[in-house]
């Protein structure tokens, strides 16, 4: 391995120590609200340094074809250890800033799309289904104005009918008629009775 394939691999195993520290910081801030002892947080933490190593080893591969040294972990150590000592505030308060920053922006996007899309399509929604009511309000009282018009005239016939039948035949019919709702409300009665 020549000398300037080892400087880069050293340079780029400290950027990657850097990385490491930033990502773990960035992990704790987003996760730093969690049960430690779950399933979920043994698989979190496996995922996450499952990508940091499968990164580490791809920037590796880039650098010297993979080949493992000792400087390699010495040099990550180091990267690490600086990133700690020299950027790790600078990072957590840009980190801060960049987490308010996309917050409001993501606020301000959902209240966008509040107002241009959702709303308008409830409001749309809202519209069609009161003019179907009153559609069906008018179509209703269209059929039952039709329906007196219509038989109206059969009325008038079943009218003068009436008046051509003889008297005795009128009371038998009424007569007739008061019998069969006095059966329908002994019938009431007894289910009354029987439900009882």
């Not at 993501?106 to 069609?128: A, D, E, G, N, Q």
């Not at 009282?141 to 039948?165: A, Q, T």
Request: aromatic letters at 16%; proline letters at 2%; a positive charge.
């Amino acid at each position: 391995m020549s000398l300037t394939t080892q400087f880069v691999t050293i340079l780029t195993m400290l950027a990657g120590g850097m990385f490491v520290g930033a990502s773990v910081d960035t992990f704790e801030r987003f996760f730093h609200n969690r049960n430690k002892k779950s399933l979920l947080e043994i698989i979190y933490q496996l995922l996450f340094w499952l990508i940091q190593a499968a990164f580490l080893f791809y920037i590796l591969y880039l650098a010297n074809y993979g080949e493992l040294r000792v400087y390699v972990f010495v040099a990550l150590a180091c990267g690490y250890a600086s990133y700690r000592a020299l950027f790790q505030n600078l990072y957590l308060k840009a980190l801060e800033v960049i987490i308010r920053v996309v917050s409001a922006i993501l606020r301000t996007l959902k209240k966008i799309i509040y107002h241009l899309v959702i709303w308008p399509i409830k409001s749309m929604i809202f519209l069609i289904f009161s003019l179907l009511i009153v559609v069906y309000k008018i179509l209703l009282k269209g059929i039952i104005l039709l329906f007196l018009v219509v038989f109206y005239p059969i009325k008038l016939v079943f009218r003068l009918i009436w008046r051509l039948v003889p008297k005795n035949m009128k009371n038998y019919l009424r007569h007739l008629a008061g019998f069969l709702d006095k059966i329908k409300n002994t019938m009431s009665k007894w289910k009354k009775r029987f439900n009882k």
